[in-house]
Structure formats: C-alpha cells, structure tokens
C-alpha cells in the first residue's frame, strides 16, 4: 500500500504521514506505542491524532481506561477521497468563471511589466511556466548561460515537471553554446522530451534569452548579471514570436 499516493490529495505533513502508517501496519494501537515507534513526544503524537481523527482518517475508541487508534475503514476513505474530487471539480467550474471575469476586466489594462533579480527570483520565475499544461513554448535559449545560472540541480527538476504537464518546447540555441548539451541527457531533442531544437546561424550570438507563450514574453539574462522581466502584453508576444518564426526558418535542425 503506498500510503503517499493514498494521501496525497489531502497535504498531510510527513509526520501526519507516518502516524497513519504506523497506525495501518500496526493495527489497533495506543498512543505511548506509536509515539516510540514513530520517535516522537507522546504530547506530539496527541495533537496529531486529534487532526486525524477529526480529518476523519482514524478512529478513537477506549479500551478500559487507554486510549485506542486505527484506521478508519476503505469505505469511508474513499468517501472522504470522493468529497475531495467533487470540492475539486466545483473549485475548477468556479475557476473558469473567475477567468472569464478576470479577463474582461484586464483585457484593456496597459501591459504589465515584472521584474526579478537574483537567482532565486529568476527560479521562480522560470518555476511559473509551469502553471500551465499542454502548450508549446518557444524560445531563444542560451542553454550554458541559462543553467548557469538556474543552477543544473534546478534545470533537471524543471525539465522533469515540464515533461509531467505536457509542455512542449521549440528552441534555438547558439550554436558556441551547444557542446553542453553531451553534460546534460534532459537537454535531449527528441519526442520523449519533448522538445525540438535548432541552432542558430553562427552569426547569431546571444547572451539574452527569452520565452514565449499566449501573451507572456519571459527574458533571463546571463549568470553575470542575474536578472530577467516578464513582459504580459499581447502585442509584445505576437511581435517577439514572428522574430523567433523568422530565425527558426533559418536556423539548422539539431
């Protein structure tokens, strides 16, 4: 049984965790045991079964004058499962309407101009693509610069997520940046990664990068100077990608 998969829709703590683990592996069982089990104060373990049990994940019941825990039953597991999927369907029909009014009320609004500094700014900025699934996205990519940068511990965790939403990538590289890519198999150019890669004409050089995708410009700049904008603005977007159409077409397949 993985508990993990089983309890995921809820964000328990990790320590909530493993009192239900403890719990569901055990049996019936008392507080003083699972506190030495799970190595913890047997006052912590308390206040965490108070929250499961309200939560409604265990049962309490009273074994002469102690206390007894377990596990509530599947069945009522997957009731509480079910109340989570249905509170989640109806928080994305109310999205879509909230949508819909958000942009009516923007969609006159002057451009919006976001600007990040620093590394863990321009993380964050990258980490903010993937609020989206199932686009394609293009850019002008200096991929060294850019791990550099966002460090290549990141760059892996970013390419994994961006796999998971189904976010494709079109790119173009310079091409004295290209030998990093034997450094790094998530920089592979092929269906599995979802991504398709061109090089750019040798007299095409370039330091600063930039994504593209719906009305969002992202700009990153390189690891000496560490800092980026995101441009929200229709016509920067429609603009920046008719340039990035323009150099793809002349630009060598990977």
């Known amino acids: 049984m993985n508990i993990n998969d089983l309890l995921q829709p809820f964000n328990l703590r990790e320590i909530e965790k493993q009192v239900f683990s403890d719990i569901a592996n055990t049996g019936k069982t008392n507080a003083a045991s699972i506190a030495k089990r799970v190595s913890i104060s047997r006052t912590s373990v308390y206040d965490l079964l108070d929250k499961l049990v ?3 994940f265990i049962v309490e019941s009273l074994s002469g004058t102690t206390k007894q825990f377990e596990i509530q039953s599947p069945e009522k ?3 509480l499962i079910s109340e989570r ?3 989640l369907a109806r928080a994305k029909e109310s999205l879509e309407h909230f949508k819909a009014s958000y942009y009516n009320k923007t969609k006159d609004i002057k451009p919006r101009l976001t600007i990040y500094e620093g590394k863990k700014e321009l993380q964050q900025m990258m980490k903010d693509m993937l609020l989206y699934r199932d686009i394609t996205i293009c850019g002008l990519w200096p991929i060294k610069q850019v791990i550099k940068t966002l460090t290549p511990e990141f760059y892996f965790k970013f390419q994994a997520e961006r796999l998971k939403r189904n976010i494709k990538i079109k790119v173009i590289w310079p091409i004295k940046q290209l030998p990093i890519k034997t450094e790094f198999k998530f920089l592979n150019a092929n269906e599995r990664y979802k991504r398709e890669a061109r090089i750019a004409p040798s007299n095409i050089d370039f330091s600063l990068g930039y994504t593209i995708y719906k009305d969002n410009v992202r700009f990153i700049s390189s690891s000496k100077i560490s ?3 995101l441009v929200e603005s229709e016509e920067m977007a429609d603009m920046m990608k008719k340039q ?3 150099i793809w077409k ?5």
């Open 250 to 254: 002349n630009s060598k397949p990977l």
């Open 227 to 229: 800092y980026g904008f």
């Open 54 to 56: 309200g939560s409604g």
């Open 77 to 79: 597991i997957e009731l």
């Open 85 to 87: 999927v249905e509170g």
């Open 244 to 246: 990035f159409d323009i």
